[in-house]
């Protein structure tokens, strides 16, 4: 079965095979030596200097890495613009009010791009903002949010940007060179191709040091600073994090983010067009779109139970749209172990369907 669902991603045999490691106890020396190796993986990753940077590691899916950075970067007294065009804007949300952390969502339209005026305009009329938060690829609709935007907004304003990059790190390019950038949250199992249970926050050590203490499992720095002294307050999921470092490597071996970017990026096109040759539309322009995972129109008189049951009678599983938008689309996603010809074999699925 091939997973085209935005993570947990279809895994490389090398990925897989690496779960297959010895047992080891999380307070041995080699449990330690595999928790740095993947913390010096991903700082290194987008070429980011480690005095400035730390890869704060925890088990959990992406939303933990989420609600993690959300609980503690935003100081007792700071105040937090969401920015939300999608379910994963939404959950950031719901993540400050959980916690009591001053906030206003700007919410928009789930179809449109953050309008910059309306976010100037919201953070100009209230000085108490001190943070905004927004999602890179917001995998709701495939739409890639203009991160160098947000964050010039923010830097006229002296004001931090945290970001949700769970579907988009390791394979868009991100600007970490922006000052303004203080987090980016992100998982082992979308575009790094490991498996689910291991999920990180690539920090600026500036931005920790004034971290606030709001959650006991989630503390992003108890968690930074157990890390830095090797060591781990709880039991991680080493299994996730042996695929986690074998993932990197594999990352590494491959030429990094930027190959992986160009091999999504033709992987999505060549869906694309193929839809579109069998009159199935994209939701969104691509250049408007990740490379990541894109949104399609439902082909007429077909509902998405329908198309997904078929597809996966083929080896296929496809994605429904989320909430209001499961009735008008479905997603593809070109993350995970994914080549040219199952694409190909994909779209002769449609073609049989559609005929
Ligand atoms: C997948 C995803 C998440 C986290 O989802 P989990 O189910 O917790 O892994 C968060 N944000 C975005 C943008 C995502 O795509």
Known sequence: MLLLNPGPVTLTERVRNSLLQTDLCHRESEFFDLQEEARTRLVDLYGLDADEWQAVLMTGSGTAAVESMTAALVPQNGKLLVVENGVYGERISQIATQYGIAHESLKHDWMQAPDLAKIAERLDADKAFTHVAVIHHETTTGRLNDLQALGALCRERGLRLLVDGVSSFGAEAIDFADASL???????????????????????????????????YLDLGRLARLQDQRNTPFTPSVHAYYALVEALRELADEGGWQARHARYAALAEQARAGLAERGIGSVLPPEQSSVVLRAYRLPDGVAYPQLHDALKARGFVIYAGQGGLSAELFRISTMGNIHAADIDRLLQGFSELTR
């Open 182 to 216: 203080d987090a980016v949250a992100a998982t082992a199992n979308k575009c790094l191709h490991g498996v689910p249970g291991a999920s990180f926050v690539l920090v600026r050590r500036a931005a920790l040091a004034q971290a606030a203490s709001r959650t006991y």
